[in-house]
């Protein structure tokens, strides 16, 4: 289980604190799927940035599974099972799509593995490979190798910040039916993902809606939906989308 | 002929990636004197009269054959200037790798200057590797400077990977290069710099005849108090087109002064440079160590990566 304690995040801003994360308590169970949700600017991304250890928080307790793992890097985090994949994926000039599987597999992955991995994302593993994670994939196949890298992890919590973000209208097509894949997988893994996404809200056991760096509601998604729908905690990624017939 | 020894081997290993005497034509070269050298049918290697170094003849029409002339320098204190000279046949289709290794354990600084000139003739293909490497821990520097001077003729092709990524204490490498009609030329630099390292690198690519090409692209990483200086320049005196590049990281207190240029002579020259220099972004470190890298293992992904 992953629980946060008192977590607060405070920066200074024209010469004076604003808070971030205000007091956060928190508790996230195994195995669950759980997104999260709220406005913009209600410290979704900053939450999974101290959980994941690239930020640190001012105050509080982070627990992995009764641990204290406050104080620890974010290698040390990952290495006890936290993954974590960026919402803007980082490009390395010259690292080729294989080598970054192999360092998140931890192991030197063979061809057929990687393409598992990569199969996984929708992505052909013959066509991408070799390609270096540069500029010239696009933003779409970027945020698919990054979710890749983070399924190659076989991480025990996967926290997934905002996949959808950025991406054109085909590739969110397909980034959803990689959720709702994950989702409908029964395993202990646990997998938080940051969304505004109704299509991904309802594919959750748990919502939790985050607000001004506090968490306003936390419940089983049946219970929440219903109260966010029609808020820019659940929004729809374009009508024409949704209707009859109009689905790409 | 003198006999290689282990740290010899070594060093060769490092250059060429040999593990064993090379198929195909070769010349190695060790502390000044010849260590061993084979020919073929259709390729031949000779020592010039005055002992200045070898020339070396690819008859015409040769294919999918290699030639290997390493240099490796073990003995403290030796300094040389070598010429060699590359007589690549109309049609061929080769492999070049040269390079040379300085071992220096002693106090007195080594060096060798490698001139190497390449004349390929019409409509043959080159692929051309030179690595440079030094090592060893004594109080003398390790010094290399080559020169490389290319001729290439209608229609030729020449792939150049110039790599120098260890060791090296004070490097100038200067590439000069003339292409006529239809010749395409591709050279990949990948350079490294540690400690108080100076390198400076200089190419100038004219692009003589119609339809030549030319794309020229540095990577370059400067760490510790190391200096780079790297100026290429690709000039356009016909209907060609040239591009340039310098990409480079910079480390700890390192220094990197890089010079793309272009020069048109030819209303029908289209020419295009680009240069970047900067640190290694956080959020690279960052995503490794979300992968379990340590930070140093993610700088050292990176920089490897980067210089591939």
């Known amino acids: ?248 | 002929m003198e006999k290689l020894d282990e740290i010899q081997k070594r060093m060769i290993e490092e250059l060429s990636g040999l593990h064993e005497v090379p198929v195909g034509a070769y010349n190695f070269r060790a502390n000044s004197k010849l260590a061993g050298r084979n020919t073929t049918a259709n390729i031949d290697i000779i020592s010039k009269d005055d002992g200045s170094g070898i020339d070396i003849r690819i008859k015409p029409g040769t294919v999918k054959e290699s030639v290997h002339i390493p240099v490796v320098i073990s003995a403290s204190g030796i300094k040389e200037t070598v010429y060699n000279d590359f007589y690549v046949g109309e049609g061929s289709d080769v492999v070049i790798v040269a390079g040379c290794g300085i071992h220096n354990c002693g106090n007195q600084d080594s060096q060798h200057d490698g001139i190497h000139r390449f004349h390929i003739e019409k409509n043959a293909k080159v692929k051309y590797v030179e690595k440079h490497y030094g090592s060893g821990d004594g109080n003398g520097k390790r010094l290399l400077n080559p020169v490389t001077e290319v001729y290439m003729e209608e229609g030729s092709s020449l792939e150049m990977e110039m790599v120098q990524i260890k060791g090296v204490d004070s490097t100038s490498r200067k590439t000069y290069a003339k292409l006529a009609a239809g010749c395409k030329m591709v050279v990949q630099e990948r350079l490294m710099t540690h400690g108080e390292q100076y390198a400076y690198s200089l190419y100038d690519v004219s692009l003589d005849g119609d339809g030549s090409a030319a794309d020229v692209v540095s990577r370059s990483v400067a760490r510790d108090t190391s200096v780079q200086k790297l100026d290429l320049l690709v000039k356009g005196n016909a209907a060609c087109s040239g591009h340039t590049e310098c990409d480079s990281i910079i480390m700890d207190q390192g220094k990197i002064l890089a010079v793309p240029a272009l020069e048109a002579h030819s209303v029908d020259a289209q020419l295009v440079h680009e240069a970047a220099i900067g640190k290694i972004a956080g959020e690279q470190i960052d995503k490794l160590m979300t992968l379990g890298l340590t930070e140093q293992e993610a700088e050292e992904q990176i920089v490897n990566g980067f210089l591939r």
């Not at chain 1, 994302?121 to 196949?141: F, K, M, T, W």
């Not at chain 1, 910040?161 to 969110?172: C, K, M, R, T, Y």
């Not at chain 1, 056991?205 to 659940?234: M, N």
């Open chain 1, 1 to 248: 289980m992953l629980e946060l304690k008192d977590v607060s995040f405070v920066v200074e801003e024209n010469g004076g604190e604003k808070s971030i994360i205000d007091r956060l308590n928190l508790k996230i169970d195994d195995g669950k799927f759980t997104v999260i949700t709220g406005p913009n600017g209600g410290g979704k991304s900053t939450l999974a940035k101290i959980i994941a250890g690239i930020k640190q928080p001012t105050s509080g307790q982070i627990l992995l599974d009764g641990t204290d793992i406050t104080g620890m890097s974010v290698t040390e985090r990952a290495n006890l099972g936290i993954g974590y994949a960026f919402q803007q994926p980082v490009r390395f000039k010259g690292i080729r799509v294989i080598d970054l599987l192999r360092i998140a597999a931890g192991k030197d992955l063979k061809i057929p593995e990687a393409c598992k991995f990569l199969s996984e994302v929708g992505l052909c593993a013959r066509d991408y490979i070799d390609r270096e994670i540069n500029a010239s994939l696009s933003g779409g196949e970027l945020k698919r190798i990054e979710i890749a890298t983070v399924i190659a992890r076989q991480a025990k919590v996967a926290l997934f910040d905002e996949p959808e973000a950025g991406i054109d209208l085909w590739s969110f097509q397909n980034l959803i039916r990689i959720f709702e894949r994950l989702g409908s997988e029964k395993s202990d893994r646990t997998i938080v993902i940051i969304s505004h996404q109704e299509r991904i809200l309802k594919i959750a056991d748990e919502i939790i809606v985050l607000a001004d760096g506090k968490v306003k509601a936390q419940g089983a998604s049946e219970e929440i939906l219903p109260t966010i729908l029609g808020t820019s905690s659940a929004v729809d990624a374009c009508s024409l989308l949704t209707k009859e017939g109009g689905e790409i």
